[in-house]
């Protein structure tokens, strides 16, 4: 099956810092979707991004489908972006699943 | 804003026992979807449902596991008999279709004694 790997797994941040956070995949996809987990274990849903460039408010994502990479852009970041941050991709038909990447996890200091 | 409702929260169970979880997705999405996450880990899709129908249980310990839709609402994932390497957080998530977006519930915290 499709491989999803992330980088860097960990990452400690200043507030007010920016960071990218990446994801390369290892075949074609038709659904690429970045997830925020909290510290409680809530996922929420970031961007749905199978290719081009979204953004909401301090957060951004680019992916290159062609190169089979994605970038996901935290500027000035807060104490409440911590937690992890997921990649997951979805290859083949309609009802092919959802792969999960093992995800980065982000400590904002203050 | 509608939410993916899950109970309960958290559980705590002895080996052998039987546990059940129940999700009720946000209204109208056609597709429920249960996911396993062991800590350090992403994700892992145990089952899928297309209303009613199951259309992808390849990851499922179908000899302890079980997972019904049966009015292509609400669901319930059940372990019988729990195992000490169940202990995971149990994921209920929804969507308008399979290939839309993923709205996650809050999840069930099972641990297995």
């Known amino acids: 099956g499709i491989q999803v790997e992330q980088s860097p797994p960990d990452l400690i941040l200043q507030e007010g810092a920016n960071s990218t956070l990446r994801c390369n995949f290892s075949?074609?996809?038709?659904?690429l979707q970045w997830f925020h987990q909290n510290p409680w274990g809530q996922l929420i849903n970031l961007f749905y991004?199978?290719?081009g460039t979204k953004q909401n408010g301090r957060l951004s994502a680019t992916t290159v489908a062609t190169e089979r990479y994605s970038l996901l852009y935290i500027s000035s970041s807060q104490t409440t972006d911590s937690g992890v941050y997921f990649c997951?991709?979805?290859?083949?038909?309609?009802?092919?699943?959802?792969?999960f990447g093992k995800g980065i996890t982000l400590s904002v200091r203050p | 804003e509608a939410e993916v409702a899950q109970s309960p929260r958290y559980k705590i169970t002895e080996k052998s026992q039987a546990v059940a979880f129940w999700c009720d997705p946000i209204s109208g999405h056609a597709t429920l979807y249960w996911y396993r996450q062991i800590l350090g880990q992403g994700p892992e899709l145990l089952v899928q449902?297309?209303?009613?129908?199951?259309?992808?249980d390849s990851q499922l310990p179908k000899d302890r596991f079980s997972a019904e839709r049966l009015k292509g609402v609400d669901s319930t994932l059940k372990i019988q008999p729990a195992e000490l390497g169940d202990s995971a957080m149990y994921l209920c998530?929804?969507?308008?279709?399979?290939?839309?977006?993923?709205?996650f519930g809050a999840g069930t915290r099972l641990s297995v004694l």
């Open positions: 997951a991709v979805q290859e083949g038909g309609a009802n092919s699943k959802l792969t």
């Open positions: 075949d074609s996809v038709n659904n």
């Open positions: 991004i199978p290719s």
């Open positions: 449902f297309q209303d009613e129908s199951v259309v992808d």
């Open positions: 998530a929804s969507s308008l279709n399979s290939w839309d977006i993923q709205y």
